[in-house]
């Protein structure tokens, strides 16, 4: 006997509703109370964030009405006024995430909004970059995670008016330039004995910093330096911060060898390294870092001329679990080959590997070891046919995949028409990663309209990226066909053009697999897009 599905048990339909793509749970809630109820009551709308740039009025009045129970939220390039004041008041209860961008508060109301408070008991994160909207929020009790860009600097006064509520920071990023002596601290008035009392709204002390951090040494887990000027003897001075025990850690580009390891050997917590934007970093800090932090779990390397022969002691890393490795143009080939000949890291759920000089060789084993990776991304490389059947047929749990100028790579990669294994292994086509969320294939020459159509056919592919300037050019109907295989695709960007350095497109992947439903008044991602989630008009967003 048939049953609607109307009639089944809340928990029952909850399991249904974790299966579903975010554009498919945005759908369901507007079915009936029951549906939204369900979706609600265990936070299944709480990964998407709604975008508001520029254009406000209009979006807020509709979002005035909203039944759906958003969390996170982000304003860009926004004049506050009062209708968002009150459209903030309103949703202060269930607000999770706030980010606020290039925003400022109208003058004429300025001096009202002091009155205004706003009880944000729940939210969690606050991101605040070049606004000056601190001044709504006298009152953050939960909040574990605050990022601080404010131009020219974050202030003494800032911090402290922030310091005052916080009692549970786990996250930290701010900038600045970070004054640390005398003669700085008198040319900007700044008396130690009353940092706490007459902090100054001029500039950032050393003082003031430490004192912030000193507060929460007990709950804080994470720091970002990046975007903070402080010399090396203070930020050696913040790891021995009594009870500090840091997890995460993402050094300034000044970051000399001698720092980094002393760093880490005080804080000896860590698990999480990123070195983005420390190009000077060195063979020797790397080996100490994997010296006296055996269970990293993550390292990120960026841009690096002077690491190479470490890669062989990164391999080694029995916890690691996350490894990005781009443009260190000194790990060599053989380098790599040694490293993977006696590789001990076999719990790689995260790699990402650009313009490497790892074989194909090298690179075949080093997934077939580890096959429980979630995330791969392979830019500038030698992949092969060979490499990505095994791939498809060996690392199963794959959600995302980007390939981008790997030019050995041809239909019969995609397809699995290729006799490469030994004995009674068979190859499989990409098709086989059944729970594949996102594809990018970007500038691969060799694969043509009928392989990819023959190998682009996933249950669960959310978002497809395909973009190619030289080679087969892209049909007119390939995107129908594409949907037609893909059910749960509902972001595409298919081009002929290059679109490799289109910001908004970069941002889209990188950000994957959050959510975001964007309200703005115009722009697109590249040529022949569908935004996640949004179809976007002058009367605000319609659920495609």
Known sequence: MAIHISSLPEEVLIQIFQSLTVHQRLIVSLVCKKWLHAMECHELLR????????????????????????????????????????????????????????????????????DEILHCDNLKCLSIVNSKVISLFPYLPNVTDV?????????????????????????????????????????????????????????????????????????????????LMLSSEFVLNIAEIKGLKLKRMTFPSYSFPFLIEKFCVTQSSLTYLDFSNSSKVTDEAILAVCKCLPNLET??????????????????????????????????????????????????????LVC?????????????????????????????????????????HLKTLKLCECRKISDSGLTGRYQCFPGPVCSAPLSNLKNLRMLTLIQIPLITNM?????????????????????????????????????????????????????????????????SLSIIRSGHLGPRVVHPGARIGAQGPKLA
């Open 299 to 352: 390292l990120i390397l960026k841009n690096n001329h002077e690491i190479g022969d470490c890669i062989s002691q990164i391999l080694q890393l029995q916890h690691l679990t996350q490894l990005h490795i781009t443009y260190c143009r000194k790990i060599s080939q053989q380098r790599f080959c040694n490293a993977v000949s006696n590789l001990k890291t076999f719990k790689l759920k995260y790699l990402k």
């Open 47 to 114: 990964d998407i964030e709604i975008k508001f740039l520029k254009e406000i009025e209009k979006p807020v009045a509709l979002f005035s009405h909203m039944t759906r129970r958003f969390q996170c939220f982000s304003f860009s390039e926004i004049t506050i006024n009062k209708s968002i004041v009150e459209f903030l008041k309103q949703y202060s209860k269930q607000l999770i995430k706030l980010t606020f961008k290039n925003c400022e508060i109208c003058p004429k109301y300025e001096s009202e909004f002091q």
């Open 356 to 396: 490497t000089e790892i074989t194909d060789d090298s690179l075949f084993k080093l997934l077939m070891c580890n096959p429980n990776i979630e995330h791969l991304s392979i830019t500038l490389s030698n992949i092969s046919n060979k490499t990505l059947n095994m791939v498809s047929k060996t690392l199963i």
């Open 147 to 227: 990022t601080l860009y404010l131009y020219p600097g974050v202030t003494d006064f800032i911090i402290f008016k922030l310091n005052k509520t916080l009692s549970n920071l786990e996250s930290l990023s701010l900038n600045g330039f970070v004054l640390s002596n005398e003669v700085a601290y008198k040319s900007h008035k700044i008396c130690e004995e009353r940092i706490e009392t007459d902090p100054s709204n001029q500039a950032l002390s050393f003082e003031g910093l430490k004192k912030c951090i000193e507060k929460h040494s007990r709950t804080l887990k994470e720091i970002n330096f990046v975007q």
């Open 451 to 515: 392989g990819c159509a023959n190998a682009i056919q996933f249950p669960k592919l959310e978002c497809l990226i395909l973009s190619r300037f030289e080679g087969f050019p892209f049909k007119n109907k390939f995107e129908e066909i594409l949907r037609r295989q893909n059910p749960c695709l509902h972001s595409i960007c298919i081009s002929n053009y290059d679109i490799r350095h289109t910001s908004s497109l970069v941002e889209a992947i990188d950000s994957w697999p959050s959510a």
